[in-house]
Structure formats: C-alpha cells, structure tokens
T-cell receptor, first 114, second 112 residues
Framework: DGGITQSPKYLFRKEGQNVTLSCEQN?????MYWYRQDPGQGLRLIYY???????QKGDIAEGYSVSREKKESFPLTVTSAQKNPTAFYLCASESAAGINSPLHFGNGTRLTVT | DAKTTQPTSMDCAEGRAANLPCNHSTISGNEYVYWYRQIHSQGPQYIIHGLKNNETNEMASLIITEDRKSSTLILPHATLRDTAVYYC????FGAGSYQLTFGKGTKLSVIP
C-alpha cells in the first residue's frame, strides 16, 4: 500500500539536544510538508518542499531545519533553538503543489522534550 | 485564504446523519471547499472537496449553498468510528497546500 510513514511514533529527548524526525512516502509525490499541532489547536505549517532540493519556510520555521535530497524523504530536525519543541508533528504530501490535489498525511510523531 | 467558521463541538447519535456546518462568507469565486478529519492521535484524512456543485463520495456528501458562503458536510449514517475533529478549509484553485489554514475544527462525538 502506498502511503506516508513517520517514525518513530513517540520520541523523548532532553532539552538542548537536536532531534530528527523521519518522513518517507512511496506515493511518488512531488510536494511534502511538515506541520506542528499543539493540544486543542489546528495545524501550523513549519516547512514545505515542492520539489527535490528545494524547500521553503512556513509560518513557524524558527528552530527547525529540513532537507529534501530525495523525492521520497523529507526529514525534519528540531534544533535546540526551538523554544517549545514538545508537540505532535505531522508530515504530509501531495502529488504536486498547485493542482488542488488532497493532502495525504502520516500518523505523526509525538515529541516530548524535558 | 478565506477564513472559515465552524462550531467547536457537536454530538450525533449513532446511525443518524451528522450534519457539520461551515461558514466561509469571504470565499472568492476560484476557491474550493475542502473537508478533512482527524481521529485522535492520527494524521488528518481527506474526505471531500467541491467548488460550487454538491459532491458525494463513499465517505460523505458536501452541500454548498448557492451563494457559496457556507457548506455542510453530511455523514449519512454516523458510526462510532466517525468520532473525530472535522476541518473545513478553503483553498484557491492552483494554490499549493502550503496556503491551507487548518483551524480548530469541529469535534464530532458520535454517541451510542
């Protein structure tokens, strides 16, 4: 089955450590996205990538970094500069940005930083 | 993107139709209405979208008013597995999904 895989499902880190969240898709989609969700809130866009080797900041990019070296992979690094990193992180993809195709989401990674 | 307004929460009896309203009074002519839902601790799932005609698929029906200022998502026979947060979003045709705004949505509770 095609889909988006996020790993791990739960992640625990100490404050001051960088951590990388994995997102892999086998849908052959060009565009990929990272969102953050806090309890009782909607989704906020962190970064997005419309094509390999290109990515753009979203609304809350500070303290995060990404790479898009392969079409199927879009890892997110939460750096020590992110002031409130504890959250639920969602990765999504769509076939191509700008054609109103629905977003496909992974099942998320819940990051807890103490 | 135009903003949307949804009730914070709704209840529906199992087996009955669930009607979820959404106001998008500032929607422009080339903006689509999308619905997604999110079951607790999972990623959102696409349900349906439309421009001005009513739409139906295996999951739900979407009714858009003639003036396009509001819409209703209908789950014809709600089950306990339909308990989720439902998001109504408008998106300009040709715009990337990076322009979508996921608000707080409507928490639908299906009651046995």
């Amino acid at each position: 089955d095609g889909g988006i895989t996020q790993s791990p499902k739960y992640l625990f880190r100490k404050e001051g450590q960088n951590v990388t969240l994995s997102c892999e898709q086998n849908l052959n989609h060009d565009a990929m996205y990272w969102y953050r969700q806090d309890p009782g809130q909607g989704l906020r866009l962190i970064y997005y990538s419309q094509i390999v080797n290109d990515f753009q900041k979203g609304d809350i990019a500070e303290g995060y970094s990404v790479s898009r070296e392969k079409k199927e992979s879009f890892p997110l690094t939460v750096t020590s500069a992110q002031k409130n990193p504890t959250a639920f992180y969602l990765c999504a993809s769509e076939s191509a940005a700008g054609i109103n195709s629905p977003l496909h989401f992974g099942n998320g990674t819940r990051l807890t930083v103490t | 993107d135009a903003k949307t307004t949804q009730p914070t929460s709704m209840d529906c009896a199992e087996g009955r139709a669930a009607n979820l309203p959404c106001n998008h009074s500032t929607i422009s002519g080339n903006e689509y209405v999308y619905w997604y839902r999110q079951i607790h601790s999972q990623g959102p799932q696409y349900i349906i979208h439309g421009l001005k005609n009513n739409e139906t698929n295996e999951m739900a029906s979407l009714i858009i008013t003639e003036d396009r200022k509001s819409s209703t998502l209908i789950l014809p026979h709600a089950t306990l597995r339909d308990t989720a947060v439902y998001y109504c979003i408008v998106s300009q045709f040709g715009a990337g999904s990076y322009q979508l705004t996921f608000g707080k949505g409507t928490k639908l509770s299906v009651i046995p």
